[in-house]
T-cell receptor, first 113, second 107 residues
Framework: EAQVTQNPRYLITVTGKKLTVTCSQNMNHEYMSWYRQDPGLGLRQIYY???????DKGDVPEGYKVSRKEKRNFPLILESPSPNQTSLYFC????????????FGEGSRLTVL | KNEVEQSPQNLTAQEGEFITINCSYSVGISALHWLQQHPGGGIVSLFM???GKKKHGRLIATINIQEKHSSLHITASHPRDSAVYICAVGDVGDMRFGAGTRLTVKP
């Protein structure tokens, strides 16, 4: 089954404790992207990757890192999480950048205390 | 002013009604997406448009590149169409999102 898988789905952590949210797709898609969704602010793009070893900042990259060492995986790294990074995070992928159909993961709800 | 404006913010309809949600944008784009998010949070892509019009079942999406405007139409609305509909625009890999339209369809 074609899918985008995020882990963990739910996480409560404390300020400063490094964490990684994984995103994996099984569709051989070149494009992958991370978003956060907050009440009143909607969806905002954090980082995106057009292909392996190619990453670019989105609208709100501060406090996040990403890597794209292989096509299927695009982890989101919070090296020193802060409470303002409490949010619902989505990963998405597409065969052909944003001119292709987007497939979203189920979301990861992160709480930073 | 937001780069992507959706209207209306909230919409309540009776089952069977024809529904239109609008999206206007102010930036150059290579594609526009309509997304659906049900309560519980999952996001599904409905359409990707770069020109013209697309139709899937009861859903129709149009885009006017010159006027920087897109519409999503739902014909014969049904309570299962109740969701938040989000317009997203982008160029290359960058994406910007509208605030969403919350649609409630009553039986």
């Amino acid at each position: 089954e074609a899918q985008v898988t995020q882990n963990p789905r739910y996480l409560i952590t404390v300020t400063g404790k490094k964490l990684t949210v994984t995103c994996s797709q099984n569709m051989n898609h070149e494009y992958m992207s991370w978003y956060r969704q907050d009440p009143g602010l909607g969806l905002r793009q954090i980082y995106y990757s057009m292909n392996v070893e190619v990453t670019d900042k989105g609208d709100v990259p501060e406090g996040y890192k990403v890597s794209r060492k292989e096509k299927r995986n695009f982890p989101l790294i919070l090296e020193s999480p802060s409470p303002n990074q409490t949010s619902l995070y989505f990963c998405a992928s597409s065969l052909r950048g944003i001119v292709g159909e987007l497939f979203f993961g189920e979301g990861s709800r992160l709480t930073v205390l | 002013k937001n780069e992507v404006e959706q209207s209306p913010q909230n919409l309540t309809a009776q089952e069977g009604e024809f529904i239109t949600i609008n999206c206007s944008y102010s930036v150059g784009i290579s594609a526009l997406h309509w997304l659906q998010q049900h309560p519980g949070g999952g996001i599904v892509s409905l359409f990707m448009l770069s020109s013209g019009k697309k139709k899937h079942g009861r859903l129709i999406a149009t885009i006017n590149i010159q006027e920087k405007h897109s519409s999503l139409h739902i014909t014969a609305s049904h309570p299962r169409d109740s969701a938040v509909y989000i317009c997203a625009v982008g160029d290359v890999g960058d994406m910007r999102f509208g605030a969403g339209t919350r649609l409630t369809v009553k039986p």
